[in-house]
């Protein structure tokens, strides 16, 4: 936002910030799919109106309207209308800046096409619209030009080059409009790859340079406002988890996922044991944590001594001790990751206005993330089962997984409805433990 202080109470009441944040909540899904870049600055200039000597500004008619001209048509879709407290006729022009001002050309808006640039195929979209920022009128104009990137993004320099090139190329459709590239993402790309570009006789291009782009569509990035970079989990022993994008350095100061990979080598044979359910997830949470918004989610200290309960026991007998680097006084109490409970499942679905027994109830954001997570699942199954020789899981496999499961689905579970809304949300959840039945499970997953 282009202001920094409110004054409450806000012009439907609220008198304090955490009373707006609870009411806010409920547009997440919408400012998450992007249906106007207007519906962000619309909403806090009513919920956390700028203050101005000491009073409240007003928001702007013309902002109102374009927000809901963008956002409108999607809630109609799933049943939901612009609110009556928000109708735009109840506010004024008066506090539109000039830049808000409807009398100012739009840019035309284009089509949404598949993406069919091979680099870019696999990125959290698969959409984008063109022409790009660099004037490519196709896809196959802009493959042409985007393939010389190609060795740079094979060796690895940096791994926020090929997210940054391929938002120039082939930026993400939102609506019909391409969403423009992040200055900060361009600044981690060039970091990363410029010294080597330069051993090969090679500079920076000049259409690239980080200044042309703004910051404004870097928090979509995963941009934190302390300068943190989300980045895509390429540890192996980390993928699948209920999270995928980590940060780096992690909580020891490794300053890249390879050096990462080797030092928590120390801990596959625990994780392969299954000395603790939580020595997985918490392994993970210290060496690749978990990344919201650029910000760091530091793992809890309750979480850390259930892991080290279960397997510091194992370490012992072989002669070794619970690690210096993660003894459980180093982490925090509160604002950290643990497991959830039942109740503390529903406590954060009913707070962010979520309802767990109506979980096919879903909006557009909700069932992209679900389907996003049925698909790692299914894909997990396919790569560990049915590509084996024979394609079949063994006997003796199969007797594990039915051993764990009756072990720890026998009581302090979650049920089936409040498994998939926690996943719905992204909620840490440690989902070996569940009260529903396998074959529940298993239906959700792969089906």
Same mark, same amino acid.
């Given at each position: 936002?282009?202001?920094?202080?409110?004054?409450?109470?806000?012009?439907?009441?609220? =008198?304090? $910030?955490?009373?707006?944040?609870?009411?806010?909540?409920?547009?997440?899904? *919408?400012?998450?799919?992007?249906?106007?870049?207007?519906?962000?600055?619309?909403?806090?200039?009513?919920?956390?109106?700028?203050?101005?000597?000491?009073?409240?500004?007003?928001?702007?008619?013309?902002?109102? !309207?374009?927000?809901?001209?963008?956002?409108?048509?999607?809630?109609?879709?799933?049943?939901? $209308?612009?609110?009556?407290?928000?109708?735009? !006729?109840?506010?004024? =022009?008066?506090?539109?800046?000039?830049?808000?001002?409807?009398?100012? =050309?739009?840019?035309?808006?284009?089509?949404?096409?598949?993406?069919?640039?091979?680099?870019? @195929?696999?990125?959290?979209?698969?959409?984008?619209? /063109?022409?790009?920022?660099?004037?490519?009128?196709?896809?196959?104009?802009?493959?042409?030009?985007?393939?010389?990137?190609?060795?740079? @993004?094979?060796?690895?320099?940096?791994?926020?080059?090929?997210?940054?090139?391929?938002?120039?190329?082939?930026?993400?459709?939102?609506?019909?409009?391409?969403?423009?590239?992040?200055?900060?993402?361009?600044?981690?790309?060039?970091? +990363?790859?410029?010294?080597?570009?330069?051993?090969?006789?090679?500079?920076?291009?000049?259409?690239?340079?980080?200044?042309?782009?703004?910051?404004?569509?870097?928090?979509?990035?995963?941009?934190?406002?302390?300068?943190?970079?989300?980045?895509?989990?390429?540890?192996?022993?980390?993928?699948? /988890?209920?999270?995928?994008?980590?940060?780096?350095?992690? *909580?020891?100061?490794?300053?890249?996922?390879?050096?990462?990979?080797?030092?928590?080598?120390?801990?596959?044979?625990?994780?392969?044991?299954?000395?603790?359910?939580?020595?997985?997830?918490? @392994?993970?949470?210290?060496?690749?944590?978990?990344?919201?918004?650029?910000? @760091? $989610?530091?793992?809890?200290?309750?979480?850390?001594?259930?892991?080290?309960?279960?397997?510091?026991?194992?370490?012992?007998?072989?002669?070794?001790?619970?690690?210096?680097?993660? $003894?459980?006084? /180093?982490?925090?109490?509160?604002?950290?990751?643990?497991?959830?409970?039942?109740?503390?499942?529903?406590?954060?679905?009913?707070?962010?206005?979520?309802?767990?027994?109506?979980?096919?109830?879903?909006?557009?954001?909700?069932?992209?993330?679900? !389907?996003?997570?049925?698909?790692?699942?299914?894909? !997990?199954?396919?790569?560990?089962?049915?590509?084996?020789?024979?394609?079949?899981?063994?006997?003796?496999?199969?007797?594990?997984?039915?051993?764990?499961?009756?072990?720890?689905?026998?009581? +302090? +579970?979650?049920?089936?409805?409040?498994?998939?809304?926690?996943?719905?949300?992204?909620?840490?959840?440690?989902?070996?433990?569940?009260?529903?039945?396998?074959?529940?499970?298993?239906?959700?997953?792969?089906?």
């Amino acid at each position: 936002m282009l202001y920094t202080e409110t004054v409450l109470p806000n012009l439907l009441g609220h =008198t304090t $910030q955490e009373e707006a944040a609870l009411m806010l909540q409920t547009f997440s899904p *919408l400012i998450q799919v992007g249906c106007s870049s207007d519906l962000k600055p619309f909403l806090c200039s009513v919920y956390t109106p700028k203050c101005v000597s000491g009073r409240p500004q007003p928001p702007c008619r013309t902002l109102c !309207e374009k927000a809901r001209a963008g956002c409108g048509s999607l809630m109609s879709k799933f049943g939901s $209308q612009w609110p009556d407290p928000l109708r735009c !006729e109840a506010f004024t =022009t008066d506090s539109c800046d000039r830049s808000q001002d409807s009398s100012f =050309t739009h840019p035309s808006f284009g089509t949404c096409e598949p993406i069919s640039v091979p680099l870019c @195929v696999g990125l959290p979209y698969t959409e984008t619209v /063109l022409p790009n920022v660099l004037g490519h009128k196709s896809q196959d104009e802009a493959r042409m030009e985007i393939h010389q990137f190609y060795p740079l @993004v094979k060796v690895e320099c940096s791994p926020h080059l090929k997210p940054f090139l391929c938002s120039v190329y082939t930026p993400e459709c939102v609506s019909g409009s391409p969403r423009p590239p992040c200055r900060t993402l361009c600044d981690k790309a060039r970091a +990363g790859c410029e010294s080597l570009m330069n051993k090969f006789g090679f500079q920076w291009p000049e259409k690239l340079r980080c200044e042309a782009f703004t910051t404004d569509s870097c928090e979509h990035y995963g941009v934190g406002s302390s300068g943190g970079f989300c980045e895509p989990i390429t540890i192996p022993m980390c993928q699948g /988890l209920s999270y995928n994008q980590t940060i780096t350095p992690n *909580l020891l100061g490794h300053t890249s996922q390879r050096d990462a990979v080797m030092k928590m080598s120390f801990f596959n044979s625990m994780v392969q044991t299954m000395c603790s359910v939580d020595i997985r997830l918490f @392994v993970c949470t210290v060496y690749a944590p978990r990344c919201v918004a650029g910000e @760091v $989610q530091r793992p809890c200290r309750s979480f850390c001594e259930r892991a080290k309960q279960g397997c510091e026991g194992l370490m012992n007998s072989f002669g070794l001790s619970w690690p210096d680097e993660l $003894q459980c006084n /180093l982490f925090p109490e509160e604002m950290c990751i643990s497991t959830l409970d039942a109740e503390g499942v529903l406590a954060k679905l009913n707070a962010g206005g979520y309802s767990a027994d109506k979980t096919g109830d879903l909006d557009v954001v909700e069932v992209f993330k679900l !389907e996003h997570y049925v698909a790692a699942t299914r894909r !997990e199954y396919v790569e560990n089962y049915e590509r084996r020789i024979p394609p079949s899981i063994t006997q003796t496999q199969m007797k594990k997984i039915l051993v764990l499961w009756y072990e720890y689905s026998s009581e +302090g +579970g979650i049920n089936y409805d409040e498994f998939v809304a926690a996943h719905l949300l992204r909620l840490p959840c440690d989902c070996q433990v569940a009260s529903f039945s396998l074959k529940q499970f298993m239906k959700s997953a792969l089906l």
